[in-house]
């Protein structure tokens, strides 16, 4: 039961444009959602987050939004550069006794066309 | 510089062996976790402690062990590898502050990509 979905595997972006990555998730329990960025051959890296009383973080050219009702999350990165290749992963988090675990969504892997 | 090291990095393996994979934290974090990558599963949890003596099962915990003695190890024990066991693994840490104080991020290590034949 994947309790954190990236529905979609692959997208493709032309440099310059807006690059959106989604996640959906199904345990209204989570209460913090980070993204990730992971490079081939290295440990994956922390992007942003954002605190389920918040619908909005940003920093920089990424922004993620937070839409409780439907249970999505979505990154946006604005303009989309070549370095921003990579998978990312969106994962979340729980209240309480173990919220401290996250669980990860399976990845988009984005590529930065030039 | 505060780091997370893996040990090794590489690694082939009979089936039936028996592999530890290494992990070193110098964040001082209490919470450490193991992970495995597979190819449409994202992370999985293997297993995770938040102090030392203290280990947990995670969702994929089966043929799989840990121990903690100290703040910065957590090897990671295949008690007899299996070639469902192929795949890349990744040690992660947190301080386990404050969420909205980024305690929740976690400081990955660069993976371990274990090959069981």
């Known amino acids: 039961d994947q309790q954190v979905k990236q529905n979609s595997p692959s997208l493709s972006v032309q440099e310059g444009r807006i690059s959106i990555l989604n996640c959906d998730y199904t345990?209204?329990?989570?209460?913090?959602f980070l993204w990730y960025k992971k490079y081939p051959a290295e440990g994956p890296t922390f992007l942003i987050s954002?605190?389920?009383?918040?619908d909005k973080n940003e920093d920089g050219r990424f922004t993620v939004f937070l839409n409780k009702s439907a249970k999505h999350l979505s990154l946006h990165i604005v303009p989309s550069q070549p370095g921003d290749s990579a998978v990312y992963f969106c994962a979340a988090s729980g209240r309480g006794q173990g919220a401290q675990k996250l669980v990860f969504g399976q990845g988009t892997r984005l590529t930065i066309n030039p | 510089d505060a780091e997370i090291t893996q040990s090794p990095r590489h690694k082939i393996t009979e089936t039936g062996r028996q592999v530890t994979l290494a992990c070193h934290q110098t964040w001082n974090h209490n919470n450490m976790f193991w992970y495995r990558q597979d190819l449409g599963h994202g992370l999985r949890l293997i297993h995770y402690s938040y102090g030392v003596q203290d280990t947990n099962k995670g969702e994929v915990s089966d043929g799989y062990s840990v121990s903690r003695s100290n703040t910065e190890d957590l090897p990671l024990t295949l008690e007899s590898a299996a070639s469902s066991q192929t795949s890349v693994y990744f040690c992660?840490?947190?301080?386990?502050?404050?969420?909205?104080?980024?305690?929740?991020?976690?400081?990955f290590g660069p993976g371990t990509r274990l090959t069981v034949t």
């Open positions: 345990n209204s329990m989570f209460d913090y």
């Open positions: 954002i605190s389920s009383i918040k």
């Open positions: 992660a840490s947190s301080d386990g502050s404050s969420p909205m104080g980024g305690g929740y991020e976690q400081y």
